[in-house]
């Protein structure tokens, strides 16, 4: 029913794409990561990857055109509302471990080149595997009411006070690149603090994740912070972590010098927010 009442404007944004582009944003938006199992020779895109949570382990789906595994049955209008609303195919609502509430942001020609790029890739058989969660979080329609709480649907609103630059370094963060996912803390609902947005503290898997305001990067030269985007090398000359460490190898390190020039521009802008208590109390 959920699905009848969604607005349709935008379903057609998906019909033709560039997959060309399409490739490039699926690299900024990091689909590798949580749609490819953690194995070596994992098929990319096929699912499979766990995401461990506080209220249970979710896997990534498959996302590739097959028919019966993957997302080959779907629509345009299909993947608009998935990435739009956070609704499925069948009208349920998606987890937001799938990270719709930054996805919606995304811009209509974006959404269709992404969509053009994914029915490129060759079709893989392997079955999506079940969330593995704790009561009551596996019943789904309590989903509902979260999103009337958290979730504001609506593709990026450029802010006029902003630069050109900065104003395109926020749609990289905010929706396409979706750093807020892990890099602002949550509520006990699993919702971001809006009014902590990027100031680290524990990220959805419960880990210590560090403040990306000017509170600590402007402590980083521009040299040192694109070398760490580039190649995961901190000033003190130790490395990203494992889990940074895919984000730069498969996304910061894959932008164009232009994006990554506004994706900088855009961190420093931010108004300086103070470390999280789970952040600021850990020794140094």
């Known amino acids: 029913m959920l699905a009848l009442l969604l607005p349709f404007a935008s379903a057609n944004a998906a019909a033709a794409g560039d997959a060309a582009r399409g490739l490039y944003l699926a690299k900024a938006g990091g689909c590798l990561a949580c749609h490819t199992e953690d194995n070596k020779g994992a098929t990319p895109f096929a699912g499979g990857r766990a995401l461990k949570t506080p209220f249970g382990t979710f896997y990534g789906p498959n996302l590739t055109p097959h028919a019966g595994a993957g997302i080959g049955r779907w629509s345009d209008a299909d993947f608009v509302r998935a990435m739009r609303h956070g609704v499925r195919p069948d009208g349920a609502n998606y987890y937001p471990a799938f990270p ?44 509902a009411a979260w999103k009337w709480l958290y979730f504001t649907p609506g593709p990026f609103a450029s802010d006029p006070r902003r630069t050109p630059v900065i104003d395109r370094g926020a749609y990289l963060v ?39 305001t000017p509170t600590h990067l402007a402590k980083w030269s521009d040299p040192e912070l694109k070398d760490f985007l580039l190649f995961g090398t901190k000033p003190d000359m130790d490395s990203a972590d494992e889990a940074m460490a895919e984000v730069v190898r498969n996304t910061t390190s894959q932008l164009t010098p232009d994006d990554l020039v506004a994706l900088m521009a855009y961190l420093r802008a931010l108004p300086a927010r103070p470390d999280e208590p789970a952040t600021s109390n850990k020794k140094k």
């Open 174 to 212: 905010e929706a396409l690149g979706h750093c807020g996912e892990c890099h602002t803390p949550r509520n006990y609902l699993g919702a971001t603090k809006k009014d902590r947005a990027l100031a680290g503290g524990k990220g959805p898997t419960g880990k210590d994740l560090p403040n990306l």
């Open 100 to 143: 719709y509430p930054s996805f919606t942001g995304i811009t209509d020609r974006d959404l269709a080149d992404l969509w053009a790029y994914l029915k490129t890739l060759p079709p893989d058989p392997r079955p999506n595997r079940p969330h593995d969660l704790r009561f009551p979080y596996r019943w789904r329609y309590p989903i």
